[in-house]
Nanobody
């Protein structure tokens, strides 16, 4: 059974940073694309960043380019999202995804 477990969310001031982690189990972690998505209140879930199995190819939504960095450690079965220069509009529940599997989400709140 595939399980994805996010952590690292919290409350941060505008301009601050957070690092999200997603620990995976029950899957061959190194194979396949993984991604981070987010869902703000009253909005649909949207993709934030994706990374190929080897880690060499990354894709970002325009609103986070230059501020967020997705990475993966295949030896630790963990996906990361480094978020810098956070803005209030980044406030959302952030989800980890692989294939049809989703984590439970971690709340990120950017507010002064």
């Amino acid at each position: 059974q595939v399980q994805l477990m996010e952590s690292g969310g919290g409350l941060v001031q505008p301009g601050g940073s957070l690092r999200l982690s997603c620990a995976a189990s029950g899957t061959i972690f190194s194979i396949g694309t993984m991604g981070w998505y987010r869902q703000a209140p009253g909005k649909e879930r949207e993709p934030v960043a994706r990374i190929r199995g080897g880690g060499s190819t990354t894709i970002y939504t325009d609103s986070v380019k230059g501020r967020f960095t997705i990475s993966r450690d295949n030896a630790k079965n963990t996906l990361y999202l480094q978020m810098n220069s956070l803005k209030p509009e980044d406030t959302a529940v952030y989800y980890c995804n692989k294939d049809v599997y989703w984590g439970q989400g971690t709340q990120v709140t950017v507010s002064s």
